[in-house]
């Protein structure tokens, strides 16, 4: 049996290829292991930030892939086809990370001990990062700021975190910074009180202590605001490298020292102070406030074989794709 596996050059992510990888079947499938076939992923800006982290984060080494190549993690649904674990069913669906494929094998070891465990883990520890960083600054009284100014204002993530602060924090104004050709999007959402493109930041008043959380990571925008808030910002969270235009050598710049937040700290606090499932019920309280805005905010596109999953990814890659487009894409027939 073969799997159909996208790949892409990890050194240039332009280049990508689809390739075939020959899998066990059911009667050669190794004793606990799983075979998965691979429903459906979601491919957003988020994936190219894993490529582009592919090296320092480890993660092409979730998914093999032929030398040089990286096969990027997706977050899906599968089926398990075939099953050699007695505590796992065929028929049993899998949400989590996967690779751009049609299968998956998965070791059984991992499936009890992680991955099952994994995808719960997982669930606390992606999806509701934007509920994590509005708890983080809530926690942390914005740190005196009375503004949060979100860059890449029309991705997804800044859109959900957005949404929160708008709807739980009243009196913190929540300013969207985007590119020209995106900005009539993000002002339709109603989440942001002010949109302001990236070459209009200048204009923005600096009387009030103002937090940046950072989905863009692009180092020019970054020190211009820096410099033009001084020491008004009191808090500057990384967050995400949308624009891909990360320099290594980064300057001092006035205002809060620029740091990445990392969820999985906030998860492993609020874990303890919480106690079992305290993430799980607020993160569900959180995401029946956002999940109704979606119906109007995002259209889901739907992309099935080998040409629309290549095309999803360049135009993902170059940011070609409409804000208000959420692609889910499958390479199974
Ligand atoms: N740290 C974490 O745990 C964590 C968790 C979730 C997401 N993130 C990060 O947050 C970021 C957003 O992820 P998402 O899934 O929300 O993405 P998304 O919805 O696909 O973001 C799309 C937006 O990103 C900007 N963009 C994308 N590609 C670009 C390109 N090639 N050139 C310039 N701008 C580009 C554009 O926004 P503008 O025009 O408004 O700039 C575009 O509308 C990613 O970097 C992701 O890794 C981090």
Redesign the pocket.
């Known amino acids: 049996m073969n799997s159909t596996d996208f790949v892409v050059a990890r050194n240039d992510l332009q280049q990508c290829k689809i390739i075939e990888t020959r899998l066990p079947d059911a009667a050669t499938l190794p004793d606990e292991a799983l075979l998965v076939k691979i429903d459906r992923f979601a491919l957003?800006?988020?994936n190219i930030?894993y490529a582009v982290l592919g090296d320092q984060l480890k993660y092409w080494q979730l998914f093999p892939a032929p030398e040089n190549f990286g096969n990027i993690p997706v977050w899906g649904f599968g089926e398990v086809i075939a099953s050699k674990h007695p505590g796992i069913s065929e028929g049993e669906r899998l949400f989590g990370y996967f690779p751009m494929a049609t299968h998956l094998v998965i070791e059984a070891a991992d499936v009890t001990k992680r991955g099952l465990r994994d995808a719960a883990a997982h669930r606390q520890g992606?999806a509701p990062?934007y509920f994590l960083v509005d708890d983080f600054l809530a926690e942390n009284e914005f740190y005196g700021a009375q503004s949060v100014m979100l860059?890449?204002?029309?991705?997804?993530?800044?859109f959900g975190l957005a949404h929160l602060l708008h709807t739980l924090h009243k009196d913190i104004r929540v300013i969207g910074l985007?590119?020209a050709g995106?900005t009539d999007f993000v002002r339709s959402l109603g989440c942001y009180d002010d949109v302001v493109t990236y070459d209009r930041v200048g204009s923005l008043l600096t009387d009030q202590p103002v937090a940046f959380v950072d989905?863009?990571?692009n180092s020019e925008l970054r020190a211009k605001l820096h410099r033009h808030f001084g020491e008004q910002i009191k808090y500057s969270g990384r967050?995400?490298?949308?624009?891909?235009s990360s320099s290594t050598d980064e300057p001092e710049l006035p205002g809060a020292k620029p740091t990445w937040?990392f969820?999985p700290d906030q998860i492993r606090k609020r874990a303890r102070e919480w106690g079992p499932g305290g993430i799980d019920v607020r993160f569900s309280a959180a995401w029946s406030g956002f999940a109704p805005m979606l119906d109007r905010w995002l259209k889901v596109v739907e992309g099935r074989g080998e040409g629309p999953v290549k095309q999803v990814y360049q135009d993902?890659?170059?940011?070609r794709?409409p804000?208000d487009q959420g692609h889910i894409l499958s390479l199974t027939a």
């Open positions: 957003t800006a988020n930030t992606v990062v860059s890449s204002a029309s991705s997804k993530t800044a985007t590119s995106n989905m863009a990571g967050i995400g490298l949308t624009h891909r937040f969820a993902t890659l170059a940011g794709v804000p």
